[in-house]
């Protein structure tokens, strides 16, 4: 039998990336001892809570921000529509540990917000009631500002694929707007809006940064401290593994969602959308809630952080910094060159050879998404420092030479990590813009006489080139914003931009985190910017 | 004279399933072919052999006396000099239009090259829009280009695939008549794939019935409506009733509607139980006919109306007739018959 190298190489990789996720539910059966039992007694309880009402508030909050601007934006006329449909996006661009600190610092008693107000009304220190940002509220109120674009965006898309018919149906049986928004057009949407959340979720779950910096007890904060502050890798992994149980829920709604989306898509829209012209109120207040939502999710902390930037920089860009950021644009283009090269060959077995084998396993290499940073490097950790100690001790005895340290606490344990997590934002750029080459494109091709090699010259390059510079932008910034995966597995005394930007507002000194935070944030624009692009080229196509 | 093609007892198969088999026929150079058939018979695979696309189960293919394709054995389509138009067009997007007529054209220097490319859009009259990109085109210039970039590099034969089916229906018969007029100029040799028929028949000089995985008859237009050789040709192509009836002792067939008399079909024996095809056009209307039928149905059709007719039996039968005859369902009408060809099947 002729070996078929698409499935084996697949399969490989496939095999490979699970590792961490095997690592962890495999250490289910792991005895942690005593403090397994000590957790479970004691914190186990907070984790699942907190993180529950985290998702919770999260939720709440990102649906109304996210499914709001979504529909006034497609859906009514109003000044600055235009310019909001793209600017909704920009809180994106700001990771949500950064935020969490920006916010700190405006709204502590030494900060701008309660200073101005001591200012206007002669109030001291203990003789007022401010509400306290580091909490669980705070949290959720934070991650919801800069997640909630995941549902704008999906939402906003549903909304706009609704077919004129469905809605004119509507009116025509005697509904007004209103009543078919709510009859039709948000029910409709559902399944794009659920599969927005589900995303969003994923993140707060992954989300360590802002949890830790506001004292809030979840499950990353609980995994970092067991393996720190307890040093048992079973008790961490095990927690990770119920952290999984999570995910592996919102997964499944997001597929489901996602499926359901299909269903309902009620066809090709002919005519443009008639938009709903606000008049009065209606018209001021859907300009102040996209105004407001846009000041608090981006204007407001970006600017914060401009300003710090400005009074610190002189102190804060040094040649320490210069290594900062060769560091993390050396990773950084590393793990997208990674992520790249593994997604094209995974996209290619799956265009060559579209058998069962191939495309489950470029599904499966596609997962890691979804799995919270910290659990990756937990994942990761166990089994490079099993490898290393295992080979270590074997060459003691066998040469007498000590092997050391060759995958845990290197380089190559990072672009792993990331590579897990990341490859799926890769393979989906990779896959939709090979999708655009029709297999009768290269039947084409060689009918005029090309042979496949420089078919990849003539038509597959030419065509790709948007869609891998993409892909490389894309992992370029995750890596970038990416920060416990990073915390647990850099080697040491290795920094990056996130990574010092998080250790310096730990340190209570946000003003001169903001360099740093500052180069993160203009970083995450570029998928902003990528992505408000294609917003307005589906525009175009539809006119 | 010799063939541009030949394919010998071809059968194609996918993972061990044959989706056609026992296909033969050949095409003459200047003639065009058309391969008809509902979807899924088989009929785009056999042209995916033809191009090299998909391996042969069993048979051969021969292009130009060369022989190109056989089990285990075929020639890349980058050396069988078939020009091919897909379904969707499969235009590069990237390219110009010039850009994409000239893809083909690689042995030559850039100044044949670009007149190639002029000769060739100013005889499709899309001239002006070299500079253009295939996005910018309408569905039925998207057409005209992906045929002319197939044609430009001069194939042995070319192979189009539904080329017509993602274009409006007006727009559809008339560019498969100005498709056929730029073939016949240059006397290229091509075969169409197509589930419609009158794309075939305005199309193509020759029509290969396809249908169950295999071919039932490669014939002519007229020949496949009136002298079909088995039940699917004739169910297949066109309207008509299957009419009993029995072959008499003086080589004509009785039925309801009286004698029969034409050339009967060769192993027809006297006294033999047979069906006999009648097509709408093979009952004519005649107020002075002595035979009356009785109207059940009737369909506007523009320029004529066709009639379903009783016989007394309760057997139906159609009759096409010009649109100024209009007379009320349940009236009886005169007829008579002008059967020509007589197709007979036995009976089911």
Known sequence: MRVNYWSASSSAIALTLAIPLFVVVANIFVPAGEVWQHLAETVLRDYVVNSLLLMLGVALLSLTLGVGTAWLVSMTEFPGRRMFEWALLLPMAIPAYIIAYTYTGMLDFAGPVQTTLRELTGWGYGDYWFPEIRSLEGAAIMLALVLYPYIYLLARAAFLSQSLCVLEVSRSLGNGPWRTFFSVGLPLARPAIAAGLSLVLMETLADYGTVQYFGVDTFTTGIFRTWYGLDNAPAAAQLAAILLLFVVVLVTLERYSRRQARYHDSGRRKSPLTRLPLRGWGRLGASLFCLATLLFGFLLPAGQLGLWAIDTYEEMIDQRFATLVFNTLKLAVLASLLALVTALLLNYARRLQPNRTVRFAVRAAGMGYAIPGTVIAVGVVIPFGWFDNTLDSWMREQFDISSGLLLSGTLAALLFAYLVRFLAVSLHAVESGLERITPSMDEAARAMGERPASILGRIHIPMLKGSLLTALLLVFVDVLKELPATLILRPFNFNTLAVRAYELAADERLADAASAALAIVIAGLIPVFLLSRSLSQSREEKK | ?348
């Open chain 2, 1 to 348: 004279m010799k063939s541009e093609l030949e394919l010998k007892d071809v059968a194609v198969a996918y993972d061990g399933t044959t989706v056609i088999e026992g296909v033969s026929l050949s095409l003459k150079p200047g003639v065009i072919g058309s391969l008809l058939g509902p979807s899924g018979c088989g009929k785009t695979s056999l042209l995916r052999a033809i191009a090299g696309f998909e391996p042969l189960s069993c048979g051969e293919i021969h292009l130009n006396e060369r022989l190109v394709s056989q089990p285990g054995n075929s020639v890349p389509t980058e050396q069988r000099r078939v020009g091919m138009v897909f379904q969707d067009f499969a235009l590069f997007p990237h390219l110009s239009v010039a850009k994409n007529v000239a893809f083909g054209l690689k042995n030559m220097d850039a100044r044949q090259r670009d007149a190639r490319v002029n000769e060739l859009l100013q005889l499709v009259g899309l001239g002006h829009l070299k500079d253009a990109h295939p996005h910018q085109l309408s569905g039925g210039q998207q057409q005209r280009i992906a045929l002319t970039r197939a044609m430009a590099p001069r194939p042995d034969i070319l192979l189009m695939d539904e080329p017509f089916s993602s274009l409006d229906t007006e727009l559809r018969e008339q560019l498969a008549r100005e498709v056929r007029e730029l073939l016949k100029r240059d006397g290229i040799t091509a075969i169409l794939v197509t589930h419609d028929q009158l794309e075939a028949f305005a199309m193509a000089d020759v029509i290969g019935v396809v249908g169950e995985g295999q071919l039932h008859q490669w014939d002519t237009g007229y020949n496949i409506y009136h002298k079909p050789q088995n039940r699917f040709v004739a169910d297949f192509i066109g309207q008509g009733v299957m009419l009993p009836g029995k072959v008499s002792e003086k080589l004509a067939i009785d039925t309801e509607l009286g004698r029969i008399k034409g050339e009967l079909p060769e192993g027809c024996k006297p006294g033999c139980e047979i069906e006999l095809l009648l097509r709408p056009d093979d009952v004519l209307h005649d107020d002075e006919s002595t035979l009356r039928l009785e109207v059940k149905e009737k369909a506007f059709r523009g320029a004529e109306y066709l009639y379903t007719l009783a016989l007394p039996s309760g057997q139906p039968i159609l009759c096409l007739v010009q649109s100024h005859h209009n007379h009320k369902v349940g009236e009886r009408i005169g007829i008579t018959l002008d059967v020509e060809d007589i197709a007979l099947f036995p009976v089911r």
